[in-house]
Every structure is written in structure tokens, then in C-alpha cells.
């Protein structure tokens, strides 16, 4: 496989204005008759006469031009594409495919799902499809008829508005779909089965009334009201805070149980991998109601950041997802804790991001090459692409970032577009210049902050040094600074914000937060007026992703865990403090843990002013994969034994605290989905974590009891994990009795798969293996094999790692099974192994061995062998 440069961009040779297709569906064999009306694109060099459409397992029955059935000696076919030899400026395309939907086991493209027909076609699954020129700069209009037996597909949708049904005197029936705005292939969806459907209607500021329509199979009717409250709510969102409203007369999201993504944006007809629509309190935790809240709005939002504008080319990506993150991590932060969603967008990115740009698959946000796109869908170009807008958005200021999109919308609604294009918005907006701020875009790498504070009494000045440092990463030895919004708060003794006053300023700015800016590799900045010396509040809210090594002492991190007026920064210094411990403990497990820790544990457990999401946040320790990004060679043995030991102590000291806060939040009443319901199970359920893994007596009854209880599934969850932490017959009569209740509740089996996968039991890849030949589990399942492979691979570190390879061993089995099978998602399984330089030399060559062994192996797909062939580079 070659890769793809963004520096080879053309424009197409051709357009295509008008699409028409008719589907003959079925799961054997679907027939696809596709009508495309395309002209030369007079933006475009004139090539070499031939035209190149894209096509992958295809079988061509017949082709025309302007109704002239070619003959063989007229067009090629290879296995990527039809060639056409000399064609007209402007002509009528027909193609006939015939494509076997049933044995797509790849997810791209038609597929059946279950008893459901469906397809996904980001990025270049149209493909499958039909003959294309399947890019994201083709834009057309389609209309497209679908016919299939009526029984077995009794619903049949596609994009936009329905415009004709007919009954069919062989027991089909068809429905044609007209969609009438331009849109990509990738955008383009059709479903077939048989489905119940959840109605609903919104109407939008302007007064138009919108059908809103959530079909799901039928058995799951009762587990979409969250998905169409969720959907409701986000269409309100985005017309007050975005000033967009939706554009055709219907809205629908379809839920199928095999999806390789979350959910597809697909115009006017999203598709969704039904764990981000179905819910019910019994079956979904907390965590999947705000999974499905966000989702849903994330797949609204794109109509607008992806749909109505879209991307040129696959580099773009980030155009629409960054912006699209960055859209509906602000729905979440409005309708919920904006400092408890800035935590957990936070861990997050430390967690998978930072990573990910430390290692050797590190690409900036807008990337130069790919060989498969699929691995581009990344943390980087979704999380840290969402991190460039918002901090254009902080350097701009609310009302002339809100100018700035309006720009945007306006200046590009239609066409597909680049992430300069976007730049260049927010500087028409503004009239700010930033050309040094697009290194964003243009370089890998997380930049690090070294931040020394001085006070001169004298004076009444405090000055703060800084200076960038960007650490080289794949393809690019050498950075230049980037243009960094640093967001910083000074506090006086008695815990208030002190006035951010620079010096030459003629007058004190208001108290608060105020932004820096960081240009160059080396800045000093002084604070006057300031009669003591003020303890710095740095990064406030996470101003920018990067990394920052500041002089601050425990004793300053408590006193801004304790008073800081910014939530994210008062869980932040929390953050430092256990992880210093944490790291301490790891080097010395004689390490003393202080009497002032637990007490401002003890102090912030017990704040019942407090907002008790944002208490669990501060007082969750920071998880052990995270805390390994945090060494220069990982001990997983030793963060797993530190982290047991602090968890016990804390368990211990605190334990009537601990009690205390578990019964104060307790509940028995019904359900609610709100954030102070929410926060009060996280409190509660966090408190029962610290006494189990103490060993607690009382914690343990606890711990059944609320299991029995059974009340929703957040609390049952977060029992049973802790059970199945535990090990033993208790916590495997528990499972059992877990896996009768649900049989057949396919989301919940998967919460069941993963709860032991995760659990870091010494057995737990014994137990793993053991699983994977239980008749619930299925590789064609991508949610299945997340749940119990994945979550092996990527939370149950100390277990995955096991000195003796066998971790790794079991991974690359998994990868070269799924490889023929589902490309996109083995590739993906294998990322814990690409870290592999920072472990030991022993691990290290086992990891390596098994990723030469991957390597070895003939007919690998291009999207294992970019993640390999990286990974080894
Ligand atoms: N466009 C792929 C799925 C998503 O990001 O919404
Ligand atoms: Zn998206």
C-alpha cells in the first residue's frame, strides 16, 4: 500500500450534478443500477482523456454512456475502479452492480445488520456500491429507489424527503428517496428492515415543523425516549447558542447492533450503533445517558460542521470533526457542568491524545499523509482538533468567535472546504492575524510549559517565566513555537482572585481570569499591585493542550484544590497531587503518604456545598494508564501495586467519612437524569470503591445490598465491578446471576463481558480466553469484541502486560482473525501495542516480536499495515 499526500491534491477532473440509484435489496445479492450526470469541472487541468471512478467488490453487469451500452474494449476494471476510455464533457453515466451485502463483514459499505439492511459509507465505503468518484469534493444530488420484499423490509429509507411509494405485484414493494440538497458519497445512507419507530416533531425558530423519527427493531421500542428528548434538546441548542436551524422536513436516526464507528452523520437519515440510542434506567448507566445525550448532538450538529459544509479531501477532516467536537462538548457544558465536562473532555485527551502524539503514530491535526484514511478517525483530529477551535474561540472572545462562525456558515454553506478556510473566517471576523496560530494544524506534538513564579516584595511584583518546547515526533525533528492561549488566575491568602494587573497597564483589569498569549519560545510576564505573594492559578479551564511543569509545592496544590474559583484547576491540582503520590509510591512503596493529603481528601469529600460530580471527579485518582503515560518506563506492576495501596489507605482512613457520604446519597426514589442526580451516584458509588478496596465489612454489605436492590444500572454496575474485582464465589454468583437476568439484552451482555475483562484479577486472561468461546460472544460483533478484547487490552493493564507476553500474544491472535474479516477494527485493537518503546527491554521485546508477527503475515489489510509498518518504524 502507498500512502496519500495532501500536497498531490487536484480538484476532480469531473463533477457529478445529479445521481439517480435504484436498489434491488437483498441480503444474498442486491442489484444497483446507479444514473450519475456528469460534466468536466472547468476548475480542473484536463488529464489524460480517461476517466477513473472508484469501485471495490463490485461486480459490473453492464455500463453506459448517454444509453450506449459499452463494449468491453471500451473501459477497464481492476480492483480499484472503471476505467472509462475517452468520454464526452458532459454525458450520462449508467452502471448495473450486483454486491452481496450479507457476506459484508467489513461494515463499509451495504451491509446487513442482524435482519437489518444498512450501510456506512465514511470514508470511502460508497465504493462498495456503486462506481463513483467517491471524494469529498463531488457533490451531487440524489434520488434513490429502493425495492425489497415487503415483509422482510418492510421500512425502507434513504436521504431527505420521501417522494413516491408503490406496491410491486411480486410481493416488493419500493419507496424513492429525493434528497435535495448536494452532498458527498460518504453522506450518503439507505436502511431496509423491519423497524418500529419512535415519532416526535420540533419546530424550528423560523416555524417550520420537522418530523423527527428514532427507528429502532422492535424489541427496543421502549428505549429511545432519552435519544429523542437528547435530539429535541440539541435542535433547540444549536439555533440559540449557533444560530442553526435543521433544513429538511425529517429527521431520522436509525439504532443496528453492528456498527464499527458510534454513529454516522449520514444527511436527513443518521445511522447509529445502538448503544448511543437505547436506554432504559435498567439497562443504561449514567455514563450511557450522557454518551447517548452527546452523540446524538454531535450527529445534529454535523448537518451543519460536516454536512451542509464539508471537507475537500480526507486531510480536512478535523474541519468537521474538530469543530463538530468542539460544538457538542459546548451543548454538554450548557446543559450540564461546564467544569465536570472540561474534566472528563481533559482525562480524556491526557489519556489517549497526549499518548498518541508521544508515540509513533503522532500526525498534526490536519495531517500530510495517510495510507487508509479509517486510521485517521483519531483522538488527535477529533479531541485535539476540538482543543484548536476552542482556543480560536478563546482568542477571538465569545461574541466575535459567534461572529466569526456566522462567517463561516455563510461564506461556505455548500462547498467543500479546508481547515485554512475556516482560519480565515476567524480572521475576517476578527481582524486578528493568525498565521503563527496554524502551526496548530500543521505540527504533531504536545507542546510543554516550564513555569518558574517569582515575588519581589519590594515591589509588590510577581513575576511569571515561560517558555515552549515541543517534542519532535515522526517526520517533523524540529518545531516552531506555537501561538498559545494561557489562561491564568492569581490567589490571595484568603483564597480569592487577586487582580491579574500587568505591569506598564495604566489600570487594574476586573478580577478574574485573564489570557496570556505565548508566541515565542520564551516569555516573562509581570503582575503589579499585588501586596503579598499570590499563589498562580495556570492553565485555568485547560486553556490549550499542552503539558505544563510549573514550581508550584503540594502545599500550593492544596490550597488551589481547596479554594480556586475555577473548577477545572481546583480538580487539577487534585490531579497533581494524587499523581505525585501515586508516582512516589510506585518508586518507593515506603513512601510516607501525607497527613495533610488525606486531610484535604477528607475536607473535599466532605464540602457538601460542593457540586458532588465535580467532588468525585477530584477525589477519583487518576487511572494507571494514564499515570504510565506519565513515566519515562512504565511499571505496571508497580503503578498497579501503588494504586492499590493509596486506594486502601485512603478506604481506611477515611472510612466514616466514606459511610457517611454513601448513605447522605443514597436514593431509592425513581430514575432521574440530571446532573445533580448523576453526580450524587458518582459520589456515592465512588465512596463504595474506596471501602470495598479497603476491605471493608460494611462496604461489602453495602455493596451486595445495592446490588440486590438492583435500582438502575449505574448503581448495579458499579457493585457488580467491584464484586468482579473482588473474585471469588460471591462475585461469580453475582455474574451468573447478571448474565440470566439479561439474556438477550445484547448492550447489557456487553457490559457483562467487559465487566470481567476489566477486572485485574491474576486469572482475568484466563477468564478472557474463556469468554471468547461462550455462545454470547461473536467477532462479527465490533460492540462484543470492543467490550471483551478491547477492554482487556486497554483497561486491564496490569493483566494485558503480564511479564510473560501472553497478553500480547492473545491481542495479535485477535488482530489476525479480525483482520480478513473487519479490517478497520483490528486495526484499531492493536493500539496498546504501539507504545511499545516505553516499557522495559523485556516487555519490549515480546511486544515487538508480536507486532514482526503481524507484520509477517501475508495479505494484511492497508489498515493493519500502516498501524504495524508505523509502529515498528
Ligand atoms: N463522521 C463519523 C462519525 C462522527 O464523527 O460523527
Ligand atoms: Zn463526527
Redesign the pocket.
Known amino acids: 500500500p502507498h500512502p496519500i499526500h495532501l500536497k498531490d491534491y487536484r480538484p476532480p477532473e469531473f463533477l457529478i450534478d445529479r445521481v439517480e440509484l435504484r436498489f434491488e435489496l437483498d441480503p444474498e445479492c442486491t442489484r444497483v443500477e446507479a444514473r450519475l450526470a456528469l460534466r468536466r469541472n472547468p476548475a480542473a487541468t484536463r488529464g489524460d482523456g480517461h476517466l477513473r471512478l472508484h469501485g471495490e467488490h463490485l461486480k459490473l453487469t453492464q455500463v453506459a454512456i448517454d444509453g450506449h451500452v459499452l463494449t468491453p474494449a471500451e473501459y477497464r476494471v481492476d480492483g480499484e475502479g472503471l476505467t472509462l476510455h475517452r468520454v464526452p464533457d458532459r454525458f450520462t453515466l449508467e452502471t448495473w452492480v450486483e454486491i452481496h451485502p450479507g457476506l459484508n463483514t467489513a461494515l463499509e459499505g451495504l451491509y446487513q445488520s442482524g435482519d437489518l439492511l444498512c450501510t456506512q459509507c465514511?470514508a470511502e465505503g460508497f465504493r462498495r456500491i456503486t462506481y463513483f468518484l467517491d471524494r469529498p469534493d463531488v457533490m451531487a444530488r440524489y434520488t434513490t429507489t429502493l425495492i425489497a420484499d415487503r415483509t422482510r423490509f418492510p421500512v425502507l429509507l434513504s436521504n431527505g424527503n420521501p417522494v413516491a411509494r408503490a406496491e410491486l405485484p411480486d410481493g416488493r414493494h419500493s419507496v424513492t428517496w429525493e434528497d435535495p440538497f448536494p452532498k458527498p458519497s460518504y453522506l450518503f445512507a439507505l436502511v431496509a428492515g423491519d423497524l418500529s419507530v419512535i415519532e416526535d416533531g420540533f419546530v424550528t425558530a423560523s416555524g417550520r415543523n420537522v418530523k423527527l423519527q428514532i427507528f429502532v427493531e422492535p424489541h427496543n421500542l421502549d428505549k429511545g425516549a432519552h435519544a429523542m428528548r437528547s435530539l429535541k434538546k440539541a435542535m433547540r441548542w444549536d439555533e440559540e447558542r449557533f444560530g442553526r436551524e435543521y433544513d429538511l422536513d425529517i429527521y431520522m436516526i436509525v439504532a443496528v447492533s453492528h456498527f464499527n464507528?458510534?454513529?454516522?452523520?449520514n444527511k436527513g437519515l443518521n445511522v447509529f450503533n445502538d448503544k448511543f440510542v437505547l436506554a432504559r434506567p435498567d439497562t443504561a448507566t449514567d455514563a450511557d445517558f450522557d454518551g447517548i445525550e452527546s452523540v446524538i448532538a454531535?450527529?445534529y450538529f454535523?448537518n451543519w460542521t460536516?454536512n451542509r459544509i464539508t471537507c475537500r479531501d480526507w486531510f480536512q477532516l478535523s474541519l468537521k470533526?474538530g469543530f463538530?467536537v468542539y460544538r457538542d462538548q459546548e451543548f454538554t457544558s450548557d446543559v450540564g457542568s461546564r467544569a465536570v465536562k472540561r474534566i472528563r473532555d481533559v482525562r480524556t485527551l491526557r489519556a489517549h491524545q497526549f499518548p498518541e502524539d508521544a508515540g509513533p503514530l503522532a500526525h498534526p491535526v490536519r495531517p500530510d499523509s495517510y495510507i487508509e484514511i479509517n486510521n485517521f478517525?483519531t483522538t488527535t483530529v477529533?479531541d485535539k482538533g476540538a482543543e484548536v477551535v476552542r482556543m480560536q474561540a478563546a482568542l477571538l472572545g465569545p461574541e466575535t468567535f459567534r461572529r466569526a462562525t456566522d462567517l463561516y456558515f455563510e461564506r461556505h454553506d455548500g462547498q467543500a472546504v479546508t481547515t485554512e478556510d475556516f482560519v480565515r473566517c476567524m480572521e475576517g471576523a476578527s481582524g486578528r492575524d493568525l498565521t503563527q496560530f496554524r502551526r496548530w494544524y500543521e505540527q504533531a506534538g504536545t507542546p510543554e510549559l516550564h513555569i518558574r513564579g517569582e515575588y519581589d516584595a519590594t515591589a509588590g511584583a510577581y513575576t511569571l517565566s515561560v517558555c515552549q518546547q515541543t517534542p519532535a515526533t515522526p517526520g517533523q525533528p524540529i518545531k516552531q513555537p506555537f501561538h498559545i492561549p494561557l489562561a491564568i488566575g492569581l490567589l490571595g491568602a484568603d483564597g480569592r482572585d487577586l487582580p491579574v494587573w500587568l505591569a506598564g497597564e495604566s489600570a487594574p483589569p476586573a478580577l478574574g481570569t485573564r489570557l496570556l498569549e505565548l508566541t515565542e519560545p520564551e516569555h516573562r510576564f509581570t503582575f503589579t499591585g499585588l501586596s503579598e505573594r499570590p499563589v498562580p492559578s495556570l492553565l485555568r479551564g485547560f486553556s490549550a493542550p499542552v503539558r505544563v511543569h510549573d514550581d508550584l509545592s503540594d502545599a500550593d496544590r492544596m490550597f488551589l484544590m481547596a479554594h480556586d474559583s475555577d473548577g477545572f484547576n481546583r480538580w487539577d491540582a487534585a490531579q497533581t497531587l494524587h499523581e505525585r503520590l501515586l508516582l512516589a509510591l510506585t518508586n518507593d512503596v515506603a513512601h510516607p503518604i501525607p497527613e495533610d493529603y488525606i486531610a484535604a481528601c477528607r475536607r473535599a469529600l466532605c464540602d457538601m456545598s460542593a457540586d458532588r460530580a465535580l467532588l468525585a471527579e477530584v477525589l477519583s485518582l487518576p487511572s494507571e494508564t494514564y499515570l504510565s503515560d506519565r513515566m519515562t518506563v512504565i511499571d505496571v506492576d508497580g503503578l498497579h501495586r501503588a494504586h492499590r495501596q493509596l486506594t486502601q489507605h485512603i478506604g481506611e482512613r477515611l472510612r466514616d467519612d466514606l459511610l457517611a457520604v454513601y448513605h447522605a446519597n443514597a436514593e431509592t426514589g425513581d430514575y432521574v437524569f440530571s446532573p445533580e442526580a448523576i453526580g450524587r451516584r458518582a459520589l456515592k458509588n465512588l465512596a463504595l470503591a474506596y471501602l470495598m478496596r479497603a476491605g471493608d465489612e460494611e462496604g461489602l454489605a453495602l455493596c451486595h445490598a445495592q446490588l440486590e436492590a438492583a435500582h438502575n444500572m449505574t448503581d448495579v454496575m458499579a457493585a457488580l465491578r467491584l464484586l468482579a474485582e473482588q473474585g471469588g464465589a460471591e462475585a461469580d454468583a453475582a455474574l451468573d446471576a447478571f448474565h440470566r437476568r439479561w439474556a438477550g439484552e445484547s448492550l447489557v451482555l456487553d457490559k457483562w463481558f467487559s465487566v470481567q475483562a476489566s477486572a485485574p484479577r491474576p486469572d482475568a486472561l484466563e477468564r478472557v480466553m474463556a469468554l471468547l468461546k461462550h455462545p454470547d460472544y461473536s467477532a462479527r460483533n465490533p460492540n462484543r469484541v470492543r467490550a471483551l478484547v478491547s477492554t482487556f487490552s486497554n483497561v486491564n493493564q496490569v493483566r494485558f502486560h503480564a511479564a510473560d507476553g501472553a497478553g500480547y500474544h492473545f491481542l495479535v491472535d485477535r488482530v489476525l482473525e479480525l483482520d480478513p474479516v473487519n479490517p478497520l477494527l483490528a486495526a484499531r485493537l492493536l493500539k496498546p501495542l504501539v507504545r511499545w518503546r516505553r516499557f522495559d527491554s523485556e516487555r519490549q521485546t515480546l511486544m515487538r516480536a508480536e507486532l514482526e508477527r503481524v507484520l509477517g503475515r501475508s495479505e494484511l489489510s492497508s489498515d493493519v499495515f500502516e498501524v504495524v509498518s508505523k509502529a515498528l518504524a
Open positions: 465514511e464507528m458510534g454513529a454516522m452523520e454531535h450527529e454535523h460536516g470533526e463538530t478517525y477529533y
